[in-house]
């Protein structure tokens, strides 16, 4: 996130695109064919705008809390990702100190805590990343490696898990079971997708059980109760519109 900060911060220096265009626009009067006017909105400081944007961000993703969080919780959540970010900055190859041996050790332990992997493990497999020269990632460190690849910056997934827990567990679905649950959630959020869904083995897995088809023949049909054809006459007279 912090690349995309230093990009907003950099449209103050170097303008981008877009507002090289309204910048045109307004000296000449004219945008796309379409002749401008002098409206009554007030007129925005564009510096001042990024600057307030780039604030904003810092304060909430750089610190993890919401804007009226006390300044002593957002110090410590701003020290605690310093930190973070200082550990992770130690798998990058390009910030090796080769001269020292044990370069990393304490990060990578710290970053292992923090992010709840095997700290020996993940050791063993640090030292043997670093002995490659970063050309080859052992075995024992792609845990740690993924755990960091998967950080989200934001909350914006749990939000939308919530709102897709609410879709599945509804008053007439409320029996569901954690599991069954959990299961529908993580299809739902990561896929994959119907189209990718092979459903060939689970039918065998169906039918080998003794189980019926649903096109089997050798059951009782279906009896309808005298509910269901109550509307037929409304039906035909559909039928004959």
């Known amino acids: 996130m912090t690349t995309y900060v230093k990009r907003i911060e950099s449209l103050n220096r170097y303008p981008g695109q877009h507002a090289v265009d309204a910048s045109q ?9 379409e002749e401008l ?7 925005i400081d564009s510096a001042q705008f990024i600057r307030a944007v780039e604030d904003n961000m810092k304060e ?9 969080a006390q300044v002593s919780v957002a110090a410590n ?3 605690a990702y310093n930190s973070l970010i200082n550990q992770m900055a130690v798998l990058n190859p390009d910030n090796w100190d080769h001269d020292n041996p044990r ?5 990578v332990r710290a970053l292992c805590d923090v992010l709840h992997v095997n700290q020996q493990e993940a050791h063993l497999g640090f030292t043997e ?7 080859n990632i052992p075995n024992k460190m792609k845990k740690l490696l993924m755990a960091v690849d998967t950080l989200s910056p934001s909350n914006a997934d749990c939000e939308r898990g919530f709102s897709t827990m609410n879709n599945i567990i509804t008053e007439y679905r409320s029996k569901l079971t954690t599991t069954n649950a959990a299961n529908l959630l993580f299809i739902s959020s990561v896929g994959p997708p119907c189209r990718q869904w092979d459903p060939l083995p ?17 059951c009782m049909a279906c009896r309808y109760t005298e509910e269901e054809s109550y509307f037929s006459p409304l039906w035909k007279m559909w039928k004959s519109v």
């Open 129 to 135: 990343y670093k002995a490659s020269g970063g050309r």
């Open 77 to 79: 959540r701003k020290e």
């Open 202 to 218: 689970y039918v065998k897995t169906w039918l080998g059980k003794g189980r019926r088809a649903a096109h089997s023949t050798s």
């Open 103 to 107: 370069f990393g050790d304490n990060e």
């Open 25 to 33: 626009a307004e000296e000449v009067m004219e945008f796309k064919g």
């Open 60 to 68: 909430r993703l750089f610190t993890t809390t919401a804007n009226r």
């Open 37 to 43: 006017r002098v409206g009554r909105s007030p007129i």
